[in-house]
């Protein structure tokens, strides 16, 4: 028996992406846990240092995804929706309803690009993409055996499934609702289009990698991308999950087009020996011609090295056609089961990698026949617990930026009447939704909704006469949204500013969220305790305020520069912990501990940032006229805090602020350049 490869999945990735930026990422998948995804996968795809701490993790993720603006999807099947915990961050989350069956791919595409070298005009771009059988769950990346084949492409090389990328692209875009695009599913399309398609295969003669779309059946997609390759072989197949029927038709159909010399088929078992198909299945598969039940070295499995430790879960999907004589070995690993909607046309929306290997020996089984006969059966469904209520027809968006809500319903027919609530209260109900179309909710419903996802993502779908279904609201302009760390005080926010490494950034964040992380657990922002204020001296206080805001300065500018609008918005707009406007808050607050020199000071100087990104970048100003007028009414309350200085007459009061306003936002010379 051949020895079966096999590594840690996140370090796999992790390995493979190395030291280089993420600009935008495309996750795929039936089953999705939104906190773990957020939490465990993002960081996978991040070189940056993270705590321990949940809390503080989070807002570090926050932190880094702001910085680098790389644009994140996440597709999956609101049915294998798991809401255990709340998503968090902004990427964003798009339910797809596969008509004919389930939404069932598992990939991740990630668009990177390497630092600039001293010789590089422009960062190298490359494209990492993955299939696998592993969901976006704490079982699929941490607990299960699955399988995940990675391919790299440069722009400057060709590449062998070049085509089938941009057919997946296609299929995803119309998957879309109306009136949403996705920015990271548009940026990869736009690589892809710069990539040269291979012909079939190498100069040694090998199958350059092409990539199964679910545009037709498996069978079909095999015989097209390898032709006669994979006939007269011995084949294994790995498939947790199959049909309750009468007969093993997918298995039937490969052997039928490729005629294998022998078929082994991994039988899963649970650890009572009890086998996770129907019966008459497991008789089917008997009868045919050249076909066993097989299993896989136990240590594989095994859970621990002692002899009586649990086994695992065997998740993955494997076909897998070898010989001997001549050696030869492909693999078509990714996402479907052996069911016929795993296979079909108009089945599942499955994906998956066909790949040839150059095996230095002649290869051998991975499987050994299974000889015993399982006493018990239980049928188990690929769906694997699937929620098939009516309320998954739903979608719910929230801008938080413009403070608006929208609802779709995805039926051919107007929507019943729906209630919906968070943790067991009403929020509002929505009377016949037209089919198809968004919806506006109206300033009542979106108010109740933008109260509840400060503190949660999940809400509830209740239809008379049914149970109610849990959906994941859409979030956009999450730039605006309240962070955690809302009730920073202004010091710790200018300080934030001056913080250039990120490591610097990483154990601020980590030390404040200590302070909050009770509240967060609870998911409140009304009573986190505010930081403790430094004591400073007069140099200090003032250096350190222009020293933050020329790092903020920087920071915009750098941002707008290098293509990164993400983060200069966040930064100058939103309502983050270190956002502009969270610091106008705060020192124009009734219960701020700022004196009004210090407030005199700090609004001078926003005044100041904002008229130097005016004369630098006014495009971008014009572009967020709503948010700069936001932020002009915050700094027209600069009369409020002269007002309480103490002068001997109103003349000398106005003589100095004239005087002063003037000269502080007049920009300084050096050797006669501005």
Not at 30 to 54: G, I, Q, T
Not at 74 to 95: E, F, G, H, K, N
Not at 285 to 309: I, M, Y
Request: with cysteine; proline share 6%.
């Amino acid at each position: 028996m051949t020895n079966v490869p096999h590594a840690i999945l996140s370090e796999a990735l992790q390995e493979r992406i190395g030291n280089r930026r993420l600009k935008a990422a495309l996750f795929l998948t039936y089953e999705l846990d939104p906190a773990f995804y957020e939490e465990e996968v993002l960081p996978v795809l991040l070189d940056v240092p993270l705590s321990h701490s949940p809390t503080a993790r989070l807002l570090q993720l926050d932190d880094v995804l702001r910085a680098t603006g790389a644009q994140i999807s996440v597709y999956y099947d609101p049915r294998a929706l798991r809401a255990d915990r709340s998503a968090r961050l902004d990427t964003q989350r798009i339910p797809v309803r596969h008509r004919t069956g389930y939404f069932h791919p598992k990939n991740v595409l990630a668009l990177v690009e390497t630092p600039l070298g001293k010789d590089d005009d422009h960062p190298r771009e490359a494209l990492i993409v993955t299939a696998m059988s592993a969901n976006l769950t704490k079982r699929g990346w941490w607990e299960n055996v699955e399988v995940c084949h990675i391919e790299e492409i440069d722009v400057d090389t060709k590449c062998g499934f070049r085509d089938d990328l941009l057919d997946l692209c296609r299929r995803l875009r119309t998957k879309l609702p109306p009136d949403i695009e996705d920015g990271a599913l548009e940026a990869i399309r736009k690589f892809v289009l710069k990539v040269a398609q291979y012909d079939r295969r190498s100069g040694s003669g090998t199958l350059h990698p092409r990539l199964y779309t679910g545009a037709g059946t498996v069978v079909e997609f095999l015989r097209e991308a390898a032709g006669s390759r994979l006939s007269d072989l011995n084949l294994e197949i790995i498939s947790p999950f199959f049909d309750d029927a009468d007969e093993v038709r997918p298995l039937s159909d490969l052997v039928e087009a490729f005629g294998p010399r022998e078929v082994r088929v991994f039988l899963p078992l649970r650890d009572d020996g009890t086998a996770e198909c129907s019966e008459r299945l497991h008789r089917a598969l008997d009868k045919l011609p050249r076909c066993s039940w097989a299993r896989l070295p136990p240590e594989l499995l095994r859970l621990g090295k002692a002899e009586n430790a649990g086994n695992r879960r065997a998740h993955a999907k494997v076909y897998r056609f070898f010989g001997e004589r001549p050696r030869y070995e492909a693999f078509f690993v990714g996402s479907p089961n052996l069911t016929v909607p795993g296979h079909s046309r108009g089945g599942n929306f499955e994906t998956g990698f066909l790949l040839e290997t150059e095996p230095s020996e002649a290869p051998g089984w991975w499987l050994s026949i299974e000889r015993k006969r399982p006493v018990k059966f239980v049928a188990a469904d690929e769906g694997e617990d699937a929620d098939a209520g009516p309320g998954l027809a739903l979608s719910l968006r929230y801008n938080w930026s413009g403070k608006r809500g929208w609802a779709y319903w995805d039926r051919e027919e107007a929507a019943p009447r729906l209630g919906i609530e968070a943790n067991g209260v009403a929020l509002f109900t929505l009377e016949k939704i037209p089919p198809q179309r968004w919806l506006d909710l109206g300033e009542a419903a979106t108010t109740a909704l933008g109260r509840v996802l400060v503190g949660t993502s999940f809400v509830q779908v209740r239809i008379d006469g049914t149970e109610p279904t849990t959906i994941l609201v859409q979030e956009e302009g999450m730039s605006h949204k309240p962070s955690l760390l809302l009730t920073l005080s202004a010091t710790d926010i200018l300080k934030s500013w001056a913080l250039l490494k990120p490591e610097q950034r990483a154990a601020f964040i980590e030390q404040r969220a200590a302070e909050i992380a009770q509240v967060a657990r609870e998911l409140g922002l009304d009573i986190i305790p505010r930081a403790q204020e430094e004591v400073q001296s007069f140099f200090d206080r003032f250096a350190g305020i222009f020293h933050a805001f020329g790092c903020l300065q920087r920071a915009v500018l750098e941002a707008r520069e290098e293509g990164r609008e993400k983060e200069a918005v966040y930064r100058l707009f939103g309502r983050k912990y270190d956002s502009l406007p969270n610091l106008l808050d705060r020192v124009l607050s009734e219960d701020a501990k700022e004196d009004d020199v210090t407030r005199y000071v700090i609004l001078l100087c926003a005044r100041q940032l904002m008229q130097l990104v005016q004369r630098d970048d006014p495009e971008f100003l014009r572009q967020h006229r709503e948010d700069v007028g936001e932020l002009e009414e915050r700094l027209g309350r600069l009369d409020e805090v002269r007002a309480r200085f103490t002068f001997e007459d109103p003349d000398r009061r106005a003589r100095f602020f004239e005087w002063f306003d003037r000269w502080f936002l007049t920009p300084a010379v050096a050797d006669g350049v501005r």
